[in-house]
């Protein structure tokens, strides 16, 4: 992907990134959505030992995913607005500076409450940094290479998976899970150094109402596309929240080797960050029908085979690549759709997929605490991603006949 010609902004913005520091740009994005998705997803593979050090159960420790995200749903909102007029360099760089304190604070905290205090603090600036992010990368692309900027930013979270968490895993068994909390924050120390040094200055629109851009948000292209958003995520989080226990107690692996079949996830995560970029820059909509069709295939798959290992790491494989081939094609049908209130949408967005991921966090701990089996989430999660399939078939018809109305 070439980025280097500077491409104004398609709502009226400017961008500002010259060769070759568009892809610096790019570069200092992607680690901070690396830094994210440590803090983020970290906590998966440290769940156990979590709940055993705070005296909390094992769902109780999963609803810490929960606060995080709900901290995401409230907190883009207002942060959109009150960041709406601001430098995007500037907002940027602050809002990397919340992960600093945020993270530290998690690193520090001695009790369940202050934890997830910090947390949700924490996740407050999640949702901002994303959207603004998303918006800057889709300014210094070439027209019709947007969905391809919005993965390389999105690459570093899927690094995060690859890496990231299995990394944090094995540093949090060996040494506490404090140790990765305060790896993160070192991460968003220099996510904040190379933002100062690398992003361009760009301006929002002048002149636009926030009203008129609430009204551009509500239409109903926008509404399903946030409603795929919170489905896709949803159907992740109701089995990924709880992947460590499913696969120690069901597959059967032990917990030193967890770790492994997170990272195979995690590569699966790459793989599709990449060809769900191309999918979606070719024919978005068909490209998001036809991989919740596969990710609902795949789930029924896990919750069949989650007792058999070999076929367990072909699926974790798999279900990886959709989940993030998913991302960002679905990140750019709400950048195509809200015109008029795109630097708003794409936050807002943030809060659609983090409100899926508190829903699906809480149907996996109440699924659980019910009596419900590890290996019945798989069927949840299938549901979910079934439902997302029948909505983007319904989401692509309406614009067909849109379209053959003008």
Partial sequence: MDLSVPIPARDGGSAVAPAPRAGLTLAALSLG??????????????????????????????????????????????????????????????LSLVFVIGNLACALSPTYGLLMAA?????LA????????????????RPGREAGAIAMMFVGMTLANVFGVPIGTFIGQAYGWRAPFFIVTALALLTTLALALFAPQSHPRAGVRFRDELHALGRPPVLMA???SVLASSALFTLYTYIAPLL?????????????????????????NVVGARLGDWKLMPAIIGMFAAMTAVLVGIYLFAADTVPMLTLLLIWG?????????????????????RNLASTVNQSAFNLGNAMGAW???????????????????????????????????QDREDSSAI
Avoid: N
């Avoid at 994210?36 to 055993?52: N, Q, S, T, V, W």
């Avoid at 999963?62 to 500037?90: C, D, I, K």
């Avoid at 999640?126 to 692309?141: N, S």
């Fill in 33 to 94: 959505s690396f830094m994210i998705g440590c803090g983020e997803f970290g906590i998966m593979g440290l769940l156990p030992g979590m709940a055993d050090d705070l005296g909390v159960s094992i769902p109780q420790a999963g609803l810490l995913v929960t606060g995080y995200a709900l901290g995401v749903v409230f907190g883009a909102p207002v942060l959109a607005v009150l960041t709406s007029r601001w430098e995007r360099r500037r907002a940027l760089i602050l």
């Fill in 226 to 228: 946030m409603g795929l």
């Fill in 248 to 272: 120690s107690e069901v597959t059967g692996i032990a917990p030193e080797r967890v770790p492994y079949l997170l990272l195979i996830f995690g590569v699966g995560m790459t793989i599709g």
């Fill in 119 to 123: 947390r949700i603090f924490t996740a």
């Fill in 321 to 341: 690549a959709l989940v993030f081939g998913l991302a960002s094609p679905i990140q750019m049908r709400i950048v195509a759709t809200a015109k008029g209130a």
């Fill in 126 to 141: 999640h949702g901002t940094f994303f959207g603004i992010g998303a918006v800057l990368a889709t300014e210094i692309a």
């Fill in 363 to 397: 149907i996996g701990a109440m699924l659980i605490a019910s009596g419900a089996s590890y290996s019945m989430l798989p069927v949840a999660s299938a549901i979910l991603a079934g439902l997302a399939c029948l909505l983007a078939l319904y989401s692509h018809r």
